[in-house]
Nanobody, 128 residues
Framework: QVQLVESGGGSVQAGGSLRLSCAAS???????????MGWFRQAPGQEREGVTV????????YYADSVKGRFTISQDNTKKTLYLQMNSLKPEDTGMYYC??????????????????WGQGTQVTVSS
């Protein structure tokens, strides 16, 4: 069974940075390398939204307009770990951040239904 564990969340002031990590287990290197990986977030009282996705091989990425130029998704397939570098954080970036994985390529913008495996989430709080 695929398991995803996020880490790196915390509280930061506006303008600050955080780096989230998502470690995968229960999946082989070859299968992991053929997956799309994504970060979603959910603010209190709001629906979960897709923040960024990276296709297998890392050749294609998607970013929500709200994070373009500030967030960067990357992955280390040898470690089966996904990252999200978040810079110039804003209070509206506050929420629970989840990583998710899907087999093959997913569409843009990402739909939650395409991702069968999810982590438990890590909280990001940005104060003004």
């Amino acid at each position: 069974q695929v398991q995803l564990v996020e880490s790196g969340g915390g509280s930061v002031q506006a303008g600050g940075s955080l780096r989230l990590s998502c470690a995968a287990s229960g999946i082989t290197y070859s299968t992991y390398s053929s997956c799309s990986m994504g970060w979603f977030r959910q603010a209190p009282g709001q629906e979960r939204e897709g923040v960024t996705v990276i296709h297998p091989g890392g050749g294609s990425t998607y970013y929500a307009d709200s994070v373009k130029g500030r967030f960067t998704i990357s992955q280390d397939n040898t470690k089966k770990t996904l990252y999200l570098q978040m810079n110039s954080l804003k209070p509206e970036d506050t929420g629970m951040y989840y990583c998710a994985t899907a087999f093959g390529r997913v569409g843009y913008p990402p739909r939650q239904a395409e991702f069968p495996y999810w982590g438990q989430g890590t909280q990001v709080t940005v104060s003004s």
